[in-house]
């Protein structure tokens, strides 16, 4: 007789986890790119910050850079989520 076990809530509960913890992520880069917009500085902690005024095509190259990783971030969490939520109220077998 096979009995299912917790693994079978327990995989789904860890990705929603990990989407949970990369939305959230996502949503803290998303505060700096807002931060940066407003202030017009990119701060670099390794180095020297980022000056709109200083060198626009720079700022505006990697300010880019900052939201497809944010963009794709959050495409990557809605998905773990998506999967985590399906195996958790879907059919079962």
Do not use: H
């Amino acid at each position: 007789m096979n009995r299912p076990g917790p693994s079978g809530w327990i995989k789904p509960i860890l990705t929603l986890a990990i989407a949970i913890l990369i939305g959230w992520f996502c949503v803290i880069g998303a505060r700096e790119i807002v931060q940066s917009l407003d202030a017009g500085v990119l701060n670099n902690r390794k180095g020297p910050d980022v000056l709109l005024a200083d060198r626009p095509l720079l700022f505006w190259s990697v300010l880019g850079f900052y939201v497809a990783s944010v963009v794709t971030g959050m495409g990557l969490a809605a998905l773990l989520a998506g999967i985590a939520i399906r195996d958790l109220v879907g059919r079962r077998d």
